[in-house]
């Protein structure tokens, strides 16, 4: 069974700090990895979308990375804000070789992130 | 594009009632919908996969019965949380993808805020 960790659980950051976000999956036969963020009491926002052949993704000040022989991701966050306080989570979709798990989304724990003035 | 709705945003029940939440897609046709379910400070939990015109698939440990899940056209599943108690407390997510192929992208909704006195 997929199991997605996100480290650290909390992490918070005066404004203008580079700051990297962690993930961990155990089953490395993984269709895409996708890191989102959660404002409280909201739904998702994707940010990035990793295929399993790509090796990283930027949009703006976010760059994710996947290393998929060892089942890990980061995403790392440069010269935060505190428009960037929110929940992150990284999600796994299984590829072909997951059975009745592929196509669905194995979401970690989250890290919540508080980017202080 | 891909913006996916979601009524009520919030909604308070009194036990044993049964209350009924709606996932729609906006501005595309969506073959397969998702029901997941959050609790505070937890991740997303996926429930159900839902099909337009068929059944819904549910994980294992979710109850059919207690959670009905239709998916009658293609712009619009329901969530019927039946004979509500307060343990079904929660956050409700739907997701929408446009088509059944198994790694289509997946979009949020905002989510519904479920209590149950």
């Known amino acids: 069974k997929q199991e997605v960790t996100q480290i650290p659980a909390a992490l918070s950051v005066p404004e203008g700090e580079n700051l990297v976000l962690n993930c961990s999956f155990t089953?490395?036969?993984?269709?895409?990895l996708q890191w989102f963020r959660q404002d409280p009491g909201k739904g998702l926002t994707s940010l990035l979308l990793i295929q399993s052949s790509q090796r990283e993704q930027t949009s703006g000040r976010l760059n994710a990375s996947l290393d998929k022989s060892s089942g890990r991701s980061t995403l790392y966050i440069a010269a935060s804000q505190p428009g960037d306080s929110a929940t992150y989570l990284c999600?796994?979709?299984?590829?072909?070789?997951?059975?009745?798990?592929?196509?669905?989304?194995?979401f970690g724990q989250g890290t919540i992130l508080t980017v202080h003035p | 594009g891909a913006v996916v709705s979601q009524h009520p945003s919030w909604v308070i029940c009194k036990s044993g009632t049964s209350v009924k939440i709606e996932c729609r897609s906006l501005?595309?046709?969506?073959?397969?919908m998702f029901w997941y379910r959050q609790f505070p400070k937890q991740s997303l939990m996926l429930m159900a996969t839902s099909n337009e015109g068929s059944k819904a698939t549910y994980e294992q440990g979710v109850e059919k019965d207690k959670f009905l899940i239709n998916h009658a056209s293609l712009t619009l599943s329901t969530l019927t949380v039946t004979s509500a108690h307060p343990e079904d407390s929660s956050f409700y997510i739907c997701?929408?993808?446009?088509?059944?192929?198994?790694?289509?992208?997946?979009?949020f909704g905002p989510g519904t805020r479920l209590t149950v006195l």
């Open positions: 997701s929408a993808k446009r088509s059944r192929t198994s790694t289509d992208t997946q979009y």
């Open positions: 501005d595309f046709q969506a073959t397969t």
């Open positions: 089953d490395s036969a993984i269709y895409n």
């Open positions: 999600a796994v979709i299984k590829g072909p070789a997951g059975g009745t798990s592929y196509g669905k989304l194995t």
